[in-house]
């Protein structure tokens, strides 16, 4: 649904630390409007058209404030399909968990970008790490990444590593089809 709010979006990203051999790296996004829900999008490039966007089941307040415990694992469950040409991104809903609770369903849309989408994913694209609102006329350099690991055809987990490179990663995101 769309925002209702007309504040700037909250946006964070991040360039993984570690070794490149976990696995590709990927632009990952996690957005939203103060009053409402999150958004994940994943892209192969900061440019490229996102091959997974996810309306997430919370709020960005509410995951503000699990980042401020200092871990977030964000969980996401679907049911295998007897169809088995179905790839995990094209997978239309989702169980979500957050630090092992649930939080309600969560819904691919696909890579289907709205204006919206475009104009938080265009403005955040030369951004290194961060989190906090969107500035209105203000570039910044480099571009975030997520690790992404992929376990097999149905599973695979996207990890924010800490930026100072102390420690393991602060948000981690999992797909699973079971």
């Known amino acids: 649904p769309p925002p209702t709010d007309q504040s700037p979006p909250l946006l964070l990203l991040?360039?993984?630390?570690?070794?490149?051999?976990?696995?590709?790296?990927?632009?990952?996004?996690?957005y939203g409007h103060r009053r409402g829900h999150v958004t994940f999008?994943?892209?192969?490039?900061?440019?490229?058209?996102?091959?997974?966007?996810?309306?997430?089941?919370?709020?960005?307040?509410?995951?503000?404030?699990?980042?401020?415990?200092?871990?977030?694992?964000?969980a996401l469950e679907c049911e295998k399909r007897h169809r088995s040409g179905t790839k995990l991104f094209q997978?239309?809903?989702?169980?979500?968990?957050?630090?092992?609770?649930?939080?309600?369903?969560?819904?691919s849309r696909g890579g289907a970008c709205t204006e919206?989408?475009?104009?938080?994913?265009?403005?955040?694209?030369?951004?290194?790490?961060?989190?906090?609102?969107?500035?209105?006329?203000?570039?910044?350099?480099?571009?975030?990444?997520?690790?992404?690991?992929v376990g097999s055809r149905d599973s695979e987990a996207f990890y924010m590593m800490n930026p100072d490179k102390n420690g393991g990663p602060e948000l981690s995101i999992f797909l699973l089809r079971i």
Not at 132 to 146: E, L, M, N, Y
Request: aromatic fraction near 4%; charged fraction near 20%.
């Open 14 to 30: 991040a360039k993984p630390g570690g070794s490149s051999s976990l696995g590709r790296r990927v632009t990952g996004t996690l």
């Open 41 to 74: 999008s994943v892209q192969y490039g900061p440019r490229s058209d996102p091959v997974l966007l996810l309306d997430l089941a919370m709020s960005t307040a509410t995951l503000v404030k699990e980042m401020a415990s200092g871990l977030v694992r964000i």
């Open 91 to 107: 997978e239309p809903k989702w169980t979500m968990y957050c630090n092992g609770r649930k939080c309600g369903a969560a819904v």
């Open 116 to 149: 919206s989408d475009w104009r938080v994913l265009n403005t955040v694209s030369r951004v290194t790490v961060g989190a906090g609102v969107i500035p209105t006329a203000k570039s910044i350099d480099d571009v975030g990444r997520f690790e992404r690991v």
